[in-house]
Nanobody, 124 residues
Framework: VQLQASGGGLVQAGGSLSLSCAAA????????MGWFRQAPEKEREFVAA????????YYADSVKGRFTISRDNAKTAVYLQMNSLKPEDTAVYYC??????????????????WGHGTHVTVSS
């Protein structure tokens, strides 16, 4: 299984970035997908998740109203549109895939596969 995140970079506060995660080696349409992030010297934290069908989305309170997660099962990709970025959004962003019946989309332990991260830096 490969999850390849891309789209990170340097942006000024208030700006936007769009992250992509290309998946391969799994039946993508049967996996829920999530985005997590890890800032320097901090724990990896939940950002957003989307159900296998795309019908349900979940967000951390810190990004609600600013970030939007979406997916394209035909392209086996998940996206994270990030608007109104803040310096505290600076982190390495990871995409992850999970199956199962747990409704706890924000817990790292329910995710089966992880990609390498993409760096996002928001300057003030």
């Amino acid at each position: 299984v490969q999850l390849q995140a891309s789209g990170g970079g340097l942006v000024q506060a208030g700006g936007s970035l769009s992250l992509s995660c290309a998946a391969a080696g799994l039946t993508f349409s049967s996996y829920d997908m999530g985005w997590f992030r890890q800032a320097p010297e901090k724990e990896r934290e939940f950002v957003a998740a989307i159900s296998w069908s795309g019908g349900n989305t979940y967000y951390a309170d810190s990004v609600k109203g600013r970030f939007t997660i979406s997916r394209d099962n035909a392209k086996t990709a998940v996206y994270l549109q990030m608007n109104s970025l803040k310096p505290e959004d600076t982190a390495v962003y990871y995409c992850a895939a999970r199956q199962g019946y747990s409704t706890n989309y924000s817990s790292r332990r329910f995710y089966d596969y992880w990609g390498h991260g993409t760096h996002v830096t928001v300057s003030s």
